[in-house]
């Protein structure tokens, strides 16, 4: 049969199978060959797009290096205080050739979050007298002078012990011990079936705490190291603790103050204890019903000589900053304030009084994932926007932060390029706009933004959308959803990018599409708090509204077969789709997923399932609900994922078998976590939704 003939056949009796309009044969080894080399072929497209300034002996001049397209590159030469750019033929002699490991503004990476123990902890104390050491569980100190030894704690024993690195106070007087009674060990097991060094398989075991578990408890102790003895503390407000950092004492060492997580993350306290007494004060308490964010909301930094700090809190339903009284905990101002969002802190100046932030939904009617940069005074007063266009923005700040190059794209913008002045936030100059002709012209699609409303009829859900490079509007492609619902972010791309994998999928005829849904982060408290005791959720009630609104407007998109994939927590979510949501989902792949709550990593499940674990994490499990599955399944695992415990995927198997299920599974030998993505991998997701959306059968060669 001729390939002519063949594909007439093949699109004759895909409509006829569908009831639609015939349409050309799909999973040819032409679709193959562009979805494959759709990254070869717009690599290097877009031209004028990148500018990494080299600053010139600190600033402020700089130059850099920008390629114009066609192989070809020009450096630019740039004076802020003169607001001149020029070409030069060469760098500047003498000027740097590469990056000197500052951050992107300037600064040592790590600064931004604020994490900075005042009180390093250490053996010997700050005048060089003493150095401690644990002897039978106790910790001892030792005269370095006499080599005299003094008992400190009396009440160690084995499982419930202390470490020899302390807090001391300035003077040395005081010092604070880490005590730390043991949890249990749960250890996870792996059999690697196809070890390259010998025949036999191997065991492999790793230590692998799961919801629920006992685990450490760490308790800071208080000790007069003069007299050898404890300081008496009621631990009572921090007495079940998931940790404790920010171990730090004042200058005067008049007490420590130390961050304490509870476990089951809906309390998180800033705790003050008198250095003489002992006595307990609770400088901050953030309480939430559902939970504090605290692996991705905190941020505190000690303004020692104005004994004040600075504090991030949800506490009215918006990511903020606060000022605060050091010795009282109370809110002296708001630093930032309305419905938006802190992202991040990203410079704090004591002398001036100011700190950068990086902001989201900030601008009212732009996208409000967009991240933008302003200044704000600690000590109230207007902020001072440094950035503007309608996009993502990063900044790189000069050496002495006068001057700063903001690169600002959105997924259908290609990035554009200015100099500006830090003082005010005002345009010096455009130094780049990014020409995307030659992407244009291999006939790449530019991804559709597109915004509805989600389940509550009023709260906007923001996506995207990634079309083939042979897209034509009056034909109806099948529709996949590329899925990540992990509450600790957002996950839609939203600057520019010349090529995503998406993109390469929607090539075998797909319209691809990526959501972020209620239950994700950076939207607000409410908007989060959909996640609580609720990840089987993954906000597919708004997911499905956004993608029926979308394609009301747009006929080319068939809801009519609708696939899903993603991995890790994506792949729970794109699981759970064909068991909860099977008279939408058609077809799921899903990689790696942690498919049980309880089967998985202790630290991400119980900050948004929370603890104790309750019957919701049965009830929400994909093993107990496996019998559901309606459409095509396929499951792909690494037998050596050291993230998420590839039982979890093998008894969602057992489960499916038990019921009679029909689906497909990959496992992949000695591979770990995101096999899926691996090319092997991903061509098995290609032909699977091939075969499950288009029902033919792939032909590659």
Known sequence: MSRTVHRVVAAALAALAWSAPALPAQGTRADYARCEGLRTLVDGKVARARVEPRWIDGGPRFWYRVEIGSGQHEFVLVDPGRGTREVVPAPPEGAPAETDGEGRDGRRRGEAGGRRDGARRVTDSPDGRWSAFVRDHDLWLRDRTSTDERRLSADGKPGDEYAAELAWSPDGKRCVAIRTQRGEEHKVRFVESSPKDQVEPKLHEIDYAKPGDPLPVQRPVLFDVEKGLPIAVDAAAFANPWSIT??????????????????????????????????????????????????????????????????MSERDGWNHLYLCDARTGAVKRRITAGSWVVRAVEHLDEAARAVVIRAMGYHAGQDPYHVHWARFPLDGGDPVLLTDGDGMHELVFSPDRAWYVDTWSRVDLPPVVELRRSSDGSLVLALERADWTELLATGWQVPERFVAKGRDGATDIWGVIWKPTTFHKARRYPVIESIYAGPHGAHVPKSFAAWREPQSLAELGFVVVKIDGMGTNWRGKAFHDVAHKNLADSGFPDRIAWLKAAATERAWMDLEHVGIYGGSAGGQSALRAVLAHGDFYDAAAADCGCHDNRMDKVWWNELWMGWPVGPHYQEQSNVTNAHLLTGKLLLTVGELDRNVDPASTMQVVSALIAAGKDFELIVFPGAGHGAGESPYGQRRRRDFFVRSLWGVEPRRE
């Open 246 to 311: 920010e171990l730090r004492w004042d200058k005067d060492g008049s007490r420590f103050t130390f961050l304490y997580n509870q476990r089951g993350h809906q309390v998180l306290r800033l705790i003050a204890i008198d250095a003489l007494t002992g006595a307990v004060t609770t400088l901050v308490e953030e309480m939430a019903a559902t939970f504090v964010d605290y692996a991705h909301k905190t941020f505190l930094r000690w303004l020692d000589d104005t004994n004040e700090f600075v504090w």
